[in-house]
């Protein structure tokens, strides 16, 4: 079964930047599609960004409206690895940020259901 492993969370000041990285324990298929989403306290957990291919050749990404312009999805397959990178952080950024995988091309941010495999989560704190 695909484990997946977050890291890279931690504290940053506002306007900071943070990378967070999510490997899996075994090749991700092509198709699958990776994402990112976060839970803050008190509050229901949100998607904030995925990726996709439907060939292993070009990719797709889409993201949440709140973190658009500010974070940058990318995927190396090759090291199993995920990377969500975070810059211009604002203290509503604060979450304990997820990584997940949905065995099909093209979920979304909007459809966690659909995502199988789930990571333990990451905390991001931003705060002054």
């Known amino acids: 079964q695909l484990q997946l492993v977050e890291s890279g969370g931690g504290s940053v000041q506002p306007g900071g930047s943070l990378r967070l990285s999510c490997e899996a324990s075994?090749?991700?298929?092509?198709?699958?599609?990776i994402g990112w989403f976060r839970q803050a306290p008190g509050k229901e957990r949100e998607g904030v960004s995925c990726i996709s291919s439907p060939d292993g050749i070009v990719y797709s990404a889409e993201y949440a409206d709140s973190v658009k312009g500010r974070f940058i999805i990318s995927r190396d397959n090759a090291k199993k690895t995920v990377y969500l990178q975070m810059n211009s952080l604002k203290p509503e950024d604060t979450a304990v940020y997820y990584c997940?995988?949905?065995?099909?091309?093209?979920?979304?941010?909007?459809?966690?259901?659909?995502?199988?495999?789930w990571g333990q989560g990451t905390q991001v704190t931003v705060s002054s």
């Open positions: 997940a995988a949905g065995s099909a091309y093209g979920l979304g941010i909007n459809t966690m259901g659909r995502y199988d495999y």
């Open positions: 075994e090749i991700f298929l092509d198709y699958y599609t």
